[in-house]
Nanobody, 115 residues
Framework: QVQLVESGGGLVQPGGSLRLSCAAS????????IGWYRQAPGEKRDLVAI???????NYLDSVKGRFTIPRDNAKNTVYLQMNGRKPDDTAVYYC?????????WGQGTQVTVSS
């Protein structure tokens, strides 16, 4: 199994930057993809960004050009670098991993964009 621990959420002003971290442990050699979802109150959970084992990435259209998903293989950690934050980015952000035929979720971290 793969376990995920997230960190880095909080309050940020519009236009500001914030970086989330997701550290993976366990059977990390079997990871096919790892990424970030978010869920605002009353909304469904949406994929924000994902990076595949070969390095290919996908982004939600509304975050393209503002968010990136760098990874540090030495630390088994993937990040969500969020720049140019907007109030619509307010949500609980979840790390998500696919390994083999299984998947796991992180515990979620709240990100609030407000002045």
């Amino acid at each position: 199994q793969v376990q995920l621990v997230e960190s880095g959420g909080g309050l940020v002003q519009p236009g500001g930057s914030l970086r989330l971290s997701c550290a993976a442990s366990g059977s990390i050699f079997s990871i096919n993809a790892i990424g970030w979802y978010r869920q605002a109150p009353g909304e469904k959970r949406d994929l924000v960004a994902i990076i595949y084992s070969g390095g290919r990435t996908n982004y939600l259209d509304s975050v393209k050009g503002r968010f990136t998903i760098p990874r540090d293989n030495a630390k088994n950690t993937v990040y969500l670098q969020m720049n140019g934050r907007k109030p619509d980015d307010t949500a609980v952000y979840y790390c998500y991993v696919v390994y083999g035929a299984q998947s796991s979720w992180g515990q979620g971290t709240q990100v609030t964009v407000s002045s």
